[in-house]
């Protein structure tokens, strides 16, 4: 079993920055893909960023060139840094960890955590 608690959301102006951290207890990460969801209020949850066991990341094309994964397995977590916020990246934010593929699909995921809320006012 593997446990993830996502920290860092919080309220930010538009054009701000926030970082997400994902702290995993259980296993060791480095064996995961790790992944960014997101679910606005009364939307689904959607793909955000993901990172392979190698370091091959993926991004959603909205938040490409703004927001950057990064796995640090030596501390068993995974970062999510979030540059150039819109009000459009309101939502909860969820970390995953999962042995399967596509990166993008919810499907590829075993662990999940309980997320984080991110605001982001304009």
């Known amino acids: 079993q593997v446990q993830l608690v996502e920290s860092g959301g919080g309220l930010v102006q538009a054009g701000g920055s926030l970082r997400l951290s994902c702290a995993a207890s259980?296993?060791?990460?480095?064996?995961?893909?790790m992944a960014w969801f997101r679910q606005a209020s009364g939307k689904e949850r959607e793909f955000v960023a993901a990172?392979?066991?190698?370091?091959?990341?993926n991004y959603a094309d909205s938040v490409k060139g703004r927001f950057t994964i990064a796995r640090d397995n030596a501390k068993n977590t995974v970062d999510l840094r979030m540059n150039s916020l819109k009000p459009d990246d309101t939502a909860v934010y969820y970390c995953?960890?999962?042995?399967?593929?596509?990166?993008?699909?919810?499907?590829?995921?075993?662990?999940w955590g309980q997320g984080t809320q991110v605001t982001v006012s304009s």
């Open positions: 995953a960890a999962g042995r399967s593929y596509p990166l993008h699909q919810q499907r590829a995921y075993d662990y």
């Open positions: 990172v392979t066991v190698g370091g091959y990341t």
């Open positions: 259980g296993r060791t990460l480095s064996t995961y893909a």
